[in-house]
């Protein structure tokens, strides 16, 4: 039987929509699970998701929706993330922990901020230094931002920054001379699964829903008769409407539209990482005091390190811990180099290294190669997906979610995106259409 409404990838953001949408609705999902970049994998008993994955959020009604969804299987928990700079704690964000650092570092970073005569910012690297002042901005701000990013934050344009609460000064000085204060507050207590992970919120979606088909590769898509055409390895099916949720670059593979040269251009210039994550299992529970920890230092293949023991004692087996990493790779990066022994032996290293393990408690380790983790907010950015809306705006496939839409989101913007699509797709106006 033919659905209304098609929806392509069966990670959170296809699933949200689904949801909302009541009934009348088909997802068809490439893997023989639904969960995207919300997956959490397995290895001898020890989980780990694509990096840090928590549960937060500036709206308060998704955020209650997510955490409603998980009913009995999930917890609060209070943010213990620090910054590991040269050799110490220093507490996170970086402008709270200013008391961690060497009396003259302090005085710096105080006079660079309070005497800021930096010009209005054009791009993240001007807006770390005009926020923040020279001294806090290349102490940290930028050499992280190049290490997650990839490219110099002079490249960068000011839509991602737009999401990054700004301190109160006063938080600024007192944290210079020891009084505790706390920034990203909306963020210092989260919600986690007890059990299974951050994809147990999928299967919370998944228990909700009955039209989900798994193992269902979309290979083509096209029109016929102002019908929907979806092409699988195995099947063809109709419908009237069509959403997108699946990475832009691999929409347009399997279109049979011939795109137009600005369009191709916009998608072709679009600037992505992928990431590796490596799991580092431990033979005893360590850690339990901290949640992650970021590193701007080139010498630590990660920018960020999470530690299990501070989301859920269940994400690995009795008696023990682990420790996931978050290594970007620039879009291009073969897979191979990517998710390597390399990487994990640096990892290893790394955490040995600087104390956070001994080498003789690592029990287990696994390494995932995750393609599309995160959209680059270049200098062309608003421009290429201006450009790219408005065709598929014309063309009438609707894009949802991190990767079909391009835009750096959270599982509860994917949620909140999907709940304002599905409440269009089922709006009288658009019906008549
Ligand atoms: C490192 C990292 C940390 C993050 N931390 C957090 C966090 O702390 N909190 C939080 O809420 N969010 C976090 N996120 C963001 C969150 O993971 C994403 O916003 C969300 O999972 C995106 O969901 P989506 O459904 O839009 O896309 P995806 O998860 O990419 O789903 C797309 C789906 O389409 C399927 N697909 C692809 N091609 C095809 C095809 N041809 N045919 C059929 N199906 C196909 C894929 O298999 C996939 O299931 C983080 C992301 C990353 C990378």
């Known amino acids: 039987m ?13 699933l949200a929509l689904a949801y909302f949408l009541g009934g009348n609705y088909e997802i068809l999902e490439k893997d023989n699970q639904c969960g995207g970049l919300c997956t959490t994998y397995e ?27 998980l009913e009995d299987n999930v917890h609060q928990k209070r943010r213990s993330n620090k910054i590991w700079y040269k050799g110490r704690f220093v507490k996170y964000p970086f402008e709270n922990g200013l008391h961690a650092l060497d009396k003259e570092e302090i005085f710096e970073c105080l006079r660079d901020y309070l005497k800021n005569e930096n ?28 290490k997650i990013w990839k490219i110099d934050p002079s490249l960068m344009g000011l839509e991602w920054v737009e999401r990054i609460p700004k301190p109160p000064m006063e938080d600024v000085i ?25 994809q147990s919120l999928i299967k919370a979606f998944e228990n909700k829903l009955t039209n989900i088909s798994r193992n269902k590769e979309v290979k083509a898509i096209y ?33 049979k539209e011939t795109l137009p040269q600005k369009v191709s251009d916009a998608i072709n210039n679009l600037r992505y990482n992928s990431m590796a994550v490596v799991l580092v299992g431990l033979n005893k529970v360590k850690h339990e005091d901290l949640t992650a920890i970021y590193v701007p230092d080139t010498e630590s293949p990660a920018h960020r390190y999470c530690f299990s023991a501070g989301f859920s004692e269940h994400l ?44 003789s408690e690592v029990c287990e380790t696994d390494i995932k190669y995750i393609k599309y983790a995160y959209p680059v907010y270049d200098l062309n950015y608003i421009q290429n997906v201006k450009i790219i809306y408005d065709y598929f705006d014309t063309l009438g496939i609707s894009l949802l979610g991190r990767f079909a839409q391009f835009v750096y989101i959270n599982s509860d913007v994917c949620i909140q995106n999907a709940q304002s699509l599905a409440k269009k797709l089922t709006s009288t106006a658009y019906i008549k259409k």
């Open 223 to 255: 029109k016929e008769k102002n019908i929907w055409k979806v092409e699988t390895q195995d099947s063809i099916h109709d419908y009237e409407t069509l959403v997108s949720t699946i990475p832009i670059f691999e929409l347009v593979k399997v279109l």
């Open 43 to 69: 290895k001898n008993g020890f989980l780990y998701d694509i990096g840090g994955h928590i549960m937060f959020s500036t709206n308060k009604e998704i955020l209650n929706f997510e955490v409603a969804l």
């Open 119 to 146: 010009p209005k910012p054009t791009n993240l690297k001007e807006w770390c230094h005009s926020t923040f002042g020279n001294s806090l901005a290349e102490k940290y701000l930028v050499p992280y931002n190049k």
């Open 316 to 359: 690995a087996p009795k008696g023990c811990s682990s420790i996931f990493a978050e290594i970007t790779f620039p879009g291009n990066t073969p897979k191979e180099e990517v998710a390597s022994t390399t990487v994990i032996d640096k990892t290893v290293g790394w955490l040995a290294k600087e104390g956070f393990i001994n080498k």
């Open 174 to 198: 007192k944290s210079a001379i020891g009084i505790e204060t706390e920034g990203y507050t909306h963020q210092l207590y989260f919600y986690y699964p007890i059990k299974g992970g951050f």
């Open 2 to 14: 033919s659905q209304k409404t098609g929806i392509i990838g069966g990670g959170v953001s296809g």
